[in-house]
C-alpha cells in the first residue's frame, strides 16, 4: 500500500506520521507543499503542526497551497485523504468536510490522553476494530468543532460523525469533552466517507513505551481494509 | 551625535569603564561604537561578575565533547550520537510581558541548540513566581505558560519536563529559566569560530527590526517603578520562522558548505559577529546595507543592537552562496551575504558608504572589565528549638492533606497540559514524574532530563544550597534509571554589587562545584542572571540546575507509580528527622530559620550508584526521590500516581512519626520491590552499606499507618491535583 504525507512549512507531526504508516507498511512518501503532482497513493494524509504558523485562522493558509488543488481533485475521485489536528483544519478551511473548528472553549492549549467512542464501522477508517472506545492523543489549541443546525443534521442524518470524545466505557457526555466541541465531536467524515478528519493524533499511540497503543489498531486496520 | 561620558553612563557603563574604552581605542567612540562595547560589557553577555568564580566549576568528563564557552554543552551518548544541551533566563523581559518574555526565552535556547547542528529533541523548563496572593502572580504565571506553549507547540519540540515554584521574594521579579536538549551526530556538531580569509559573511532567517534594542542591558540592571517604560526592549518570538530556520538550517548543516555558524541572541548582530572573530582570531567586515531590515531608515546604531529573534550568522566556504541561497528560497527565509572575514582583527562596519565602525576585537571581548566583587560570607544558622509536644501533637493526616495541597508541591498538570510533550513520538515519560524522557529516535537508548533548584536551602546556607540542587538533579535521573552525565547551570541572584548577594553567588558556585566534582557530573554550560531584584531588595539565590542522564535499554526505565498490590516499599538512605527550612516547617509550623539538611556526598553517591545497580538488575518495580515535603509526601504521590494504597510502619527510630515521615534529609529515595526480590535486594544493599528501612506494604486504595490512622487514595488525590486549577479558575 502506497502513502503519501504533504508537507508544509510550519507542519510538524509529518515525520511521526510517516514513522508510523512506515511501521504498519505502508510505503510513504513525503511531499512537499510546492509540489503540483501526488504521487500514485492509497491514502494521503495532512498531519498536524502548525501550517504557515496558523497566524491566519488554522489551516486557511495551508488550504491554498500548490499541493492541495491535487489532494482536493483526488479526494473527489474518491481516494482515500486524512486530516490529522491541523490536518483536520486544513480539510475544514478546504470544505472537503463541513464545520469549523474554534479555539478551545477554555481558551488553552490541552494535550492529553482522550477516549473516543467509533459511531459507525461500515467504513473503510475504522471497520473491523474490535472495540467501540479508543484510547488516543489530543494535543492542540484549536479543536473546539462547530457547525450549523442545518448542517449537524445533515451530518448526523448521514452517519458523518466519525468519533465523539466519551469516556472509558464510550459514555458521550460534557465532562469527557475536552474542547467545547458541539456533541462531541472529534472527528468527521464528507458525504462519501473517503475523507476523515480528526483531532486525536493515532500516530502518538503505536508503541506500549509511549502513552499508549490504541492507534497501533487504527493503522492495522486502515492498511488491512485497503488491500 | 558627539559621545560624552554621561552618554556613556546611559547606556549602563561605568565611569571606569568609558575611561577604558578611550583608552583602548586612543579616542573618543563614536555613538555606534559605544552601543557596542556597551551591548558587550554588560553584565549579560561579559559576565564581568561572574567570570572569575565560574573558571572554577569543573567542566571535563569522559564523555563531554564540549564544555562551557560554545551556544552549548556537548557530551557523548555512544555510537556516534551526541546531546546538546543548555538552560537559559529570560527572566527580566518575562516580568515586562510575560507571553513574548517566555516564548522568546524558548526560542533562544532552541536557537541555542541547533546553532550546533542537533535538531532539538526536548524542552525543559524552571519557573519561579511571586506568592500566590499576590496580584500579579495570576496574570504572570497564564502569561508564561501561554508564551512557553506558544512557541515550544508550534516548533514540534515536547516539553518533558519543568519546576515551578511560589514564594514572595519573586513578587517583583519572576524567574523564566528555559532548557533545550538536542540530538547530533558527533562528526557533524557545528561552532561558531570563524576560520579562512575573504570567506563570505552570510545573515539568514528573519528581518531585523527596531525591537529589543538593548534587551541584554536591560537584563543587566534592576527593576524600578518605571518598568512599563522597557516594553520596547522585549523582543517579539515568531515560532514559524523559527521552525522554517531549524529545517533550512539542517538542511544546510547536511552538506559541508558551514564554516561557522552562531544564532543571534543577546545583543545580535554585535555579539554574533564578534564571538566569531574574536574565536577565529580574524577580522570581520560589514556592510550594514545590505542587512534585511523590516524598518525604513534604520540607523548602523539599531541595526547593531537590534535583538529580533529568528535570525543566524554564518561563515560559509567561498562558492557556496548559491547553493545555500536555494536552501533558505525553499524555506522562504533571508540570506543575504553582508560582509566576509578580514585579516584585521577589528570589527568594521560600513553603512551608506562610510565607516561607522572600527573596533579592535580583542577590547572587546580579551579586555573586557572582569570584576573581583566583594562577599560576604554565611554563616550557618543555627537550629530551631522547636516544641516537641507541639509537633507531636499534630493529626499527621491534616498535616500531609496541607502539604499535597500547598502550591509549591501540588500537581503541575494544569501546567504542563498546555504543553505539547508527546509530539516527535519519543516522549516516554512525560511531566509530572522525576525527570522527563525521550527515545533516542530508532534505538534502544533514552535520555533523560530534570530541571532542579532549591531557593529556600540556597538562601538559608548557600553552600549547602548549592551542593544540594546538584544532588537532587543528581537523584532524578538516578530515579528513572538513568546514569547522570552532565548538568547546565541557570544561577539567578540578586545585585552582584550588593555583598549579601554576591555572597550568596560565590558560595552557590562553590557548592555546585563540590558536588557536582565529587559526583562526577561536570557543568558543561550555563548562563548567570544577575539584577534580579527590585530596587533594592534581592530574589532568594536560585541557581536551576538542569541534569541530563543515559538510559541504555529505554525498557528498563523506572517510574514513580506503585505497580503492584503486596510489593514490599523501603526507603533507601538514612532519615536523621532533620526538619529546618523543610517544606513542613515553614507550611506547618511558619518557622522560616534554621539550617538546610546537611549533604553528604559519600552517601549520596553510594545510595544513588547501588539503586542504579538495582534498576539496572530489574529489581525495581517503582522509585521515587524524596525531596520537598519528605517520605510522607513522597509515598502520597507514588500511592496517587499509582492509584495504589500503602501500609506504612514507622520504623523503630528515636525520632518521632512527623520527623520521620516530614524530614528532608538527603540522599534518599523510596522504591518499590516484588516479595520475592526482597532478599536479594537487601543483600544488595548490605553489601553497598547503603542504609534503608522497610516501609510498608503495598494495597488497594488507603494509606494506614501504623494500623490506626487511615485515608483514601482518592482523598489525597483531590488535595494534590485540585489545588493549581482552582487557583487558575477564580
Redesign the interface.
Known amino acids: 500500500m502506497k502513502s503519501a504525507v504533504i508537507t508544509f ?2 507542519s ?2 509529518d ?2 506520521m510517516d ?2 504508516l512506515k511501521k504498519f507498511g505502508f510505503k510513504n512518501k513525503m511531499v512537499w507543499h510546492q509540489d503540483v503532482e501526488l504521487p500514485k497513493s492509497d491514502l494521503v494524509v495532512l498531519p ?3 501550517s ?4 491566519l485562522r488554522c489551516g486557511s493558509m495551508a488550504s491554498k497551497s500548490k499541493i492541495m488543488q491535487s489532494v482536493i481533485n483526488f479526494a473527489n475521485s474518491g481516494g482515500m485523504v486524512m486530516g490529522i489536528c491541523n490536518g483536520f483544519q486544513i480539510l475544514v478551511e478546504t470544505g472537503l468536510v463541513p464545520g469549523v473548528l474554534l479555539r478551545n472553549k477554555y481558551l ?5 490522553n482522550v477516549f473516543v467512542k467509533i459511531n459507525d464501522k461500515s467504513n473503510i477508517y475504522f471497520k473491523d476494530i474490535s472495540s467501540n472506545v479508543l484510547e488516543l ?1 489530543i ?1 492542540h ?1 484549536d479543536g473546539n468543532y462547530f457547525c450549523t443546525n442545518d448542517q449537524l443534521k445533515e451530518i448526523e442524518d448521514n452517519a458523518q460523525v466519525a468519533i465523539n470524545y466519551c469516556d472509558p466505557e464510550g459514555k458521550i457526555e460534557e465532562p469527557f469533552n475536552p474542547n467545547g466541541s458541539i456533541k462531541n465531536i472529534a472527528g468527521i467524515f464528507n458525504k462519501e466517507k473517503n475523507v476523515l478528519g480528526m483531532m486525536p ?1 493515532p ?2 499511540m ?2 506500549p ?3 499508549g497503543e490504541d492507534g497501533s489498531y487504527f493503522f492495522k486496520n486502515l492498511i488491512n481494509n485497503l488491500k | 551625535m558627539i559621545v560624552n561620558e554621561k552618554i556613556a553612563i546611559d547606556h549602563g557603563l561605568k565611569k571606569d569603564e568609558y575611561k577604558k574604552i578611550c583608552e583602548l581605542l586612543k579616542r573618543t567612540p563614536n555613538i555606534t561604537e559605544l552601543g557596542i562595547f556597551s551591548a558587550m560589557w554588560n553584565e549579560h553577555c561579559s559576565y564581568k561578575s561572574s567570570r572569575l568564580h565560574l573558571k572554577k566549576l569543573p567542566t571535563k568528563g569522559k564523555q563531554v565533547i564540549q564544555g562551557p564557552g560554545e551556544n552549548a554543552g556537548v557530551v557523548d551518548i555512544g555510537d556516534n550520537d551526541a546531546i546538546v544541551f543548555k538552560i537559559e533566563s529570560h527572566n527580566h523581559p518575562s516580568f515586562i510581558e510575560p507571553y513574548q518574555g517566555a516564548a522568546t526565552g524558548v526560542g533562544g535556547i532552541m536557537r541555542d541548540v541547533f546553532t550546533m547542528g542537533a535538531r532539538p529533541i526536548a524542552n525543559l523548563n524552571s519557573i519561579h513566581f511571586g506568592s500566590t496572593q499576590h496580584k500579579k502572580t495570576k496574570n504572570l504565571l497564564r502569561g508564561v505558560v ?1 508564551g512557553i ?2 512557541y515550544g ?4 519540540v515536547p516539553t518533558i519536563a519543568g519546576q515551578t515554584s511560589f514564594d514572595s521574594s519573586y513578587n517583583g521579579n519572576i524567574l523564566v529559566n528555559a532548557m533545550t536538549l538536542g540530538l547530533v551526530k558527533k562528526d557533524k556538531i557545528f561552532y561558531s569560530k570563524a576560520a579562512g580569509l575573504n570567506k563570505p559573511v552570510i545573515y539568514v532567517g528573519s528581518k531585523t527590526g527596531r525591537d529589543g534594542i538593548h534587551g541584554a542591558s536591560m537584563a543587566s540592571a534592576s527593576f524600578d517603578d518605571k518598568i512599563e517604560e522597557k516594553k520596547p526592549t522585549v523582543q517579539v518570538g ?4 523559527e ?2 530556520l531549524l529545517e533550512a538550517c539542517l538542511e544546510l548543516m547536511a552538506g559541508d558548505s558551514i564554516i561557522a555558524i552562531q544564532d543571534m541572541g543577546a545583543a545580535g548582530l554585535t555579539s554574533s559577529s564578534i564571538e566569531m572573530a574574536s574565536k577565529g582570531n580574524l577580522g570581520i567586515e560589514i556592510n550594514l546595507n545590505k542587512v534585511p531590515c523590516r524598518e525604513t531608515k534604520m540607523t548602523p546604531y539599531e541595526i547593531m543592537l537590534s535583538e529580533s529573534q529568528e535570525r543566524m550568522l554564518i561563515v560559509l566556504e567561498n562558492g557556496k552562496e548559491e547553493q545555500a541561497k536555494t536552501i533558505f528560497d525553499k ?2 527565509l533571508d540570506f543575504a551575504v553582508i560582509g566576509k572575514t578580514t585579516k584585521s582583527k577589528k570589527i568594521e562596519l560600513y553603512f551608506d558608504n562610510e565607516k561607522v565602525a572600527d573596533i579592535p576585537v580583542n577590547t572587546l571581548v580579551e579586555n573586557s572589565p572582569m570584576y573581583d566583587r566583594k562577599w560576604k560570607k554565611a554563616k550557618l544558622p543555627k537550629k530551631n528549638k522547636n516544641n516537641k509536644d507541639d509537633i507531636n501533637n499534630l493529626k499527621i493526616i491534616e498535616v500531609l492533606k496541607k502539604i499535597l495541597a500547598n502550591p509549591n508541591i501540588c500537581s503541575k498538570e494544569w501546567i ?13 515519560q ?1 511531566p509530572g514524574g522525576d525527570s522527563g524522557v525521550v ?1 533516542v529516535h530508532g534505538t534502544k537508548k533514552a535520555v533523560a532530563a530534570s530541571v532542579d533548584s532549591s531557593a529556600v536551602y540556597c538562601w538559608a546556607h548557600p553552600l549547602t544550597g548549592g551542593k544540594q540542587v546538584v544532588c537532587e538533579s543528581f537523584r532524578n535521573l538516578i530515579s528513572v534509571g538513568a546514569k547522570p552525565i552532565a548538568i547546565t547551570n541557570c544561577l539567578n541572584f540578586g545585585s552582584p554589587e550588593n555583598e549579601e548577594n554576591m555572597g550568596e553567588f560565590v558560595e552557590c558556585v562553590q557548592g555546585i562545584g563540590e558536588a557536582s566534582s565529587y559526583l562526577k557530573f561536570p557543568v558543561v554550560s550555563g548562563n548567570v542572571s544577575f539584577y534580579n531584584q527590585t530596587k533594592d531588595r534581592g530574589i532568594k539565590p536560585t541557581p536551576s540546575i538542569g541534569g541530563v542522564g543515559l538510559i541504555k535499554d ?2 528498563k526505565m523506572t517510574t514513580m507509580d506503585f505497580k503492584e498490590v503486596d510489593n514490599v516499599v523501603l526507603v533507601i538512605g538514612k532519615t536523621e528527622g532533620h526538619i529546618d527550612q523543610s517544606l513542613f516547617s515553614r507550611v506547618i509550623l511558619d518557622e522560616k530559620n534554621g539550617p538546610p539538611p546537611e549533604i553528604n556526598l559519600f552517601n549520596e553517591k553510594n545510595n544513588g550508584e547501588t539503586l542504579l545497580k538495582l534498576i539496572d538488575s530489574n529489581l525495581i518495580k517503582s522509585a521515587h526521590d524524596i525531596s520537598l515535603g519528605g517520605i510522607m509526601t513522597a509515598v502520597s504521590k507514588m500511592c496517587i500516581k499509582g492509584n495504589k494504597g500503602i501500609n506504612l510502619k514507622k520504623p523503630k527510630y528515636l525520632i518521632s512519626e512527623i520527623e520521620y515521615f516530614f524530614a528532608e534529609d538527603q540522599g534518599r529515595y523510596v522504591v518499590e520491590i516484588s516479595k520475592n526480590d526482597q532478599k536479594k535486594v537487601l543483600d544488595i544493599l548490605n553489601k553497598n552499606a547503603v542504609h534503608y528501612d522497610q516501609l510498608g506494604t503495598i494495597n488497594e486504595n488507603m494509606l494506614f499507618l501504623n494500623e490506626k490512622t487511615k485515608v483514601t487514595i482518592d482523598e489525597l488525590k483531590e488535595f494534590n491535583t485540585t489545588w493549581l486549577k482552582k487557583y487558575m479558575s477564580n
Not at chain 1, 488553552?108 to 492529553?112: A, L, P, R, T, V
Not at chain 2, 507547540?153 to 514540534?156: I, L, Q, S, V
Open positions: 512549512p510550519g510538524n507531526c515525520r511521526d514513522v508510523a498536524g503542526g502548525f504557515y504558523g496558523d497566524y488553552e492549549f490541552i494535550c492529553k492523543h494535543a489549541n493524533h500516530e502518538r503505536i508503541d513505551s509511549l502513552s | 501561554h506553549g506558544g507547540n508550534c516548533m514540534g515568531d515560532p514559524f520562522t521552525k522554517l524555506w522562504n504542563w497540559q498546555q504543553y505539547d510533550h508527546t509530539v516527535m513520538g519519543d516522549t516516554i512525560k527515545r529505554y525498557t
